[in-house]
């Protein structure tokens, strides 16, 4: 996420549904592309505009790494109005990247054979910011407080009520928008966004109160990256050289996290180094953690992959039924990348 536009937010996991699922039934057939299957070459489709949530993956192609790996990949941004599930499933794409979880387990829930390959972000960086004057720090804070919340993120807030036992009345839900100017005028007490977004945030003030939606209780994780069934089954070999040579990309950020910011802005020239600089060392802190310093970059828990579907499905977020965790996530590409992936622990750690 990119901390250089305000529309950036709209990159949130919490969307309306999966943009052209309804395309799609449990019994599809899948259609590899000629694009995806040319030899040596990966497309993936990303969620949204490529930047600092991908700037490994960006070190990655700059500094040679896919090439070292025998691949020639393509990145195939989103935006508002791009589709990030139907490319994948065609076949167009050979893997794409969720913003957060919660994206993966209601296009499974729906049908779609996806599978969550490796996880970049260690958290969601979504989060509810406040102001000193009436501070958000904890749960309890929650209780007679007026947050603005985007209507497809409103979910985000029947999950948190629901995972502390908060009554969801004690709480007013302001629909707003993407922008912090309901929080500057003092017309909600705090609102949702994605802490990354560090130039929308600055209007606020410097002493603002970000505060994770994971400290609240709920838990994801974000730079989702997924596969179908069969492209995992066929191509876990071509899967796993992507997601090595991606993790080395971000090793190589965590390292020399400024000449990495540089290569950034200069290959997506729309991106400001003065905000990508105040930004990068929140976006490795997001990225690494002690899970990543034993594990290897990309991995996940399978225990909290469940206790999040179990979280959403209480709150009714699966008409048809919830996905069954074992049928969300494959940890054979993190496995067989393993040697590649760096083991690193959060900048300062």
């Known amino acids: 996420m990119s901390g250089n536009t305000s529309s950036i937010d709209r990159r949130l996991f919490m969307k309306a549904g999966i943009a052209g699922l309804a395309a799609f039934s449990p019994g599809m057939q899948l259609i590899l592309g000629k694009e995806a299957k040319a030899a040596g070459k990966v497309v993936i489709q990303y969620d949204w505009l490529v930047s600092n949530g991908q700037i490994g993956d960006v070190m990655a192609l700059e500094n040679g790494f896919f090439k070292e790996a025998g691949l020639e990949v393509e990145f195939s941004p989103g935006g508002p109005n791009a589709a990030t599930v139907p490319p994948v499933v065609s076949g167009a794409a050979l893997l794409g990247q969720f913003s957060e979880t919660p994206q993966l387990f209601s296009a499974r829930a729906s049908g779609v054979p996806v599978k969550i390959l490796a996880c970049g972000y260690r958290t969601g960086p979504y989060a509810l910011t406040s102001k000193p004057a009436k501070p958000l720090r904890t749960v309890a804070d929650l209780k007679g407080m007026r947050i603005g919340i985007q209507p497809t993120a409103r979910f985000v807030i029947d999950a948190i009520a629901a995972t502390n036992g908060i009554d969801i009345d004690d709480i007013t839900v302001v629909n707003v928008g993407f922008d912090k100017a309901p929080l500057v005028r003092g017309e909600v007490d705090a609102i949702g966004g994605w802490i990354t977004n560090t130039q929308a945030l600055s209007v606020v003030g410097d002493d603002r109160i970000d505060l994770l939606t994971r400290d609240l209780g709920l838990s994801s994780y974000a730079d989702v990256y997924f596969a179908t069934d069969t492209a995992i089954e066929k191509d876990a070999e071509t899967l796993a050289s992507f997601i090595g040579a991606v993790g080395k990309g971000w ?41 990543t310093a034993r594990d290897g970059w990309g991995t996940f828990d399978p225990k909290s992959i469940g206790e999040q579907i179990a979280l959403f499905d209480k709150i009714g977020q699966y008409p048809n039924g919830a996905p069954k965790a074992e049928d969300v996530y494959t940890t054979k590409i993190l496995e067989l990348s393993a040697a590649e992936r760096p083991k690193l622990d959060a900048p300062g750690a």
């Open 251 to 291: 090793g190589w950020t965590h390292a020399n996290p400024e000449e990495a910011v540089r290569k950034l802005v200069a290959a997506r020239p729309e991106l400001s180094v003065e905000w990508e600089q105040k930004t990068i060392d929140l976006v490795l802190k997001l990225s690494f953690d002690a899970d």
